[in-house]
């Protein structure tokens, strides 16, 4: 039996990327409501294949769904956000280290590339694009397919927070980001895992402990009194 169009599991995908792009570019800000029925509206669908796709961005980790409530982007407290950076902190060198012998000088050299454009751009979303494709780079020849699951989705449900961290630190902060990405290809056209990884994880870290200290950017977290 064929399914109409709207109805299809393609349908689902497609609107799951629609609405996924808007929560990573920052069109759909964490703790936005996702109407459904506008949303079918919008895209020209009924609210089956939504729905669907909702449950789609809820298991990546992007949307939250409230029973009899709806649809929120998902949102992140300080401690949900340092727990996901010091989860990346200890399993992004594992990924790189098992990507490493298989990369080529052509990997390299294209890291180098998007390294060069990273230093002559000034523009917030164009930088995440292209330090997301910096460190993929150097993941590409990975052999890990669950490891590398786990971290994409963990860079995607911390991209808004990587957003405020770029254009809090600016220019103050793009010369500290070049540097350090110039250590890790250093380090990587020597073969060098051991440094790679070290350099890695003072990378992420360091991102870890700046938005640390900007708990304005962060849902207010309940008391112990307001808790219990």
């Known amino acids: 039996m064929t399914l109409p169009q709207d109805r299809s599991p393609v349908a689902s995908q497609r609107i799951s990327d629609i609405v996924a792009d808007r929560i990573l ?15 079918a509206d919008e895209l020209g669908a009924s609210r089956l294949p939504v729905r669907e796709a909702l449950r789609m961005l809820e298991s990546r980790g992007l949307v939250t769904l409230k ?5 929120w982007v998902a949102q992140m407290s300080l401690s949900d956000l340092d ?23 052509e990997d390299l050299d294209k ?7 990273i230093e002559s751009n000034d523009n917030v979303e164009r930088f995440l694009f292209l330090d997301r494709k910096f ?9 890990a ?15 808004h927070y990587r957003r ?3 254009e809090l630190s600016k220019s103050q902060g793009s010369w500290i980001i070049a540097a350090e990405h110039r250590l890790l290809l250093e380090a990587l056209t020597r073969r ?6 070290t350099v890695l994880g003072m990378h992420i870290r360091r991102t870890r402990v700046a938005l640390a200290s900007h708990s304005e950017l962060f849902p207010q977290e309940p008391t112990a009194a307001e808790s219990g």
């Open 67 to 71: 029973a009899n409530s709806g649809a």
């Open 25 to 39: 570019t920052g069109m759909l800000p964490p703790g936005a409501r996702i109407k459904q029925d506008e949303l």
């Open 83 to 105: 727990l996901s950076y010091e989860i990346r902190e200890r399993v992004e060198p594992l990924l790189l280290t098992n990507s490493l012998p298989r990369l080529t000088d």
């Open 192 to 197: 060098d895992a051991v440094t790679a990884s």
């Open 164 to 166: 405020a961290f770029v």
């Open 111 to 117: 890291m180098r590339s998007v390294q060069d454009e």
């Open 145 to 159: 397919p669950q490891l590398a699951s786990m971290i994409e989705r963990l860079w995607d449900t911390t991209q």
């Open 135 to 143: 460190h993929w780079l150097s993941y590409s020849r990975h052999s």
